[in-house]
């Protein structure tokens, strides 16, 4: 059973540039998560999907980010006009229910230039 | 507000020892607690976990301690190896979905 599987694994943009992220969650699991991690510290949540629909995205930005989940394919973390603040390690993970163990993806290293 | 590159806490152990990693968390409605360990340039990696019906909950080699009074939970490694430098974060959730991690606390294990 493959893990959490995120890419790319890392990402350089420029200024002004779109990046998305992709999360494809474990096999069975219909709950995905998103996280940001800053150097040196802990992982700050974003948004939490369930298929086809966002259950919670109090941690996302209120501009420029987006998040889907769609009935096919992956989930898809989306910042537009991306700025050197955005530079971060983007995470992913997925759980079978709430309240149960979320697995974690490698994650995405975003670096804006 | 968020507190930026500033150095982690490190607890520093002898290979072979025991040792206790602690975290404070911050909402009293919180019912589930999770710890993770995360090495450099990987995803965080499930340790253990409790639930809020619970004080203390053992795994293999590890052992997890929840106190509610003092909302402080803590983790303990025994017989302390290499492999288990990493830094280590605990996580809880206070709504079900979303969990709230702490800073983190490295460990350093010496040969």
């Known amino acids: 059973n493959a893990g959490v599987m995120q890419n790319p694994r890392h990402l350089v943009r420029r200024r002004g540039q779109e990046a998305r992220l992709r999360c494809s969650p474990m096999?069975?699991?219909?709950?995905v998560y998103w996280y940001r991690q800053l150097p040196e510290e802990g992982l700050k949540f974003m948004v939490y999907l369930q298929k086809e629909n966002i259950i919670d995205e109090s941690g996302m930005p209120k501009e420029r980010f987006s998040a889907e989940f769609p009935k096919e394919g992956p989930s898809i973390l989306r910042i537009q006009q991306v700025v050197r603040g955005d530079s971060a390690a983007y995470f992913c993970a997925s759980s079978l229910a709430i309240l149960e163990e979320q697995f974690f993806g490698p994650g995405t290293r975003l670096t804006v230039l | 507000g968020e507190s930026v590159g500033l150095h982690l806490p490190t607890l520093s152990v002898q290979e072979g020892d025991n040792s206790i990693i602690n975290c404070a968390y911050s909402n009293s409605a919180s019912d589930y607690f999770i710890w993770y360990k995360q090495e450099s340039g990987k995803g965080p990696q499930f340790i253990i976990d409790i639930r809020s019906n619970m004080d203390k909950r053992q795994g293999q080699r590890v052992t997890v301690l929840l106190n509610k009074t003092v909302k402080h939970l803590s983790l303990q490694i025994a017989a302390t190896q290499p492999g288990d430098s990493a830094v280590y974060f605990c996580?809880?959730?206070?709504?079900?979905?979303?969990?709230?991690f702490g800073q983190g606390t490295e460990l350093s294990v010496k040969p």
């Open positions: 996580a809880e959730s206070p709504l079900g979905g979303k969990l709230i």
């Open positions: 096999k069975g699991h219909s709950h």
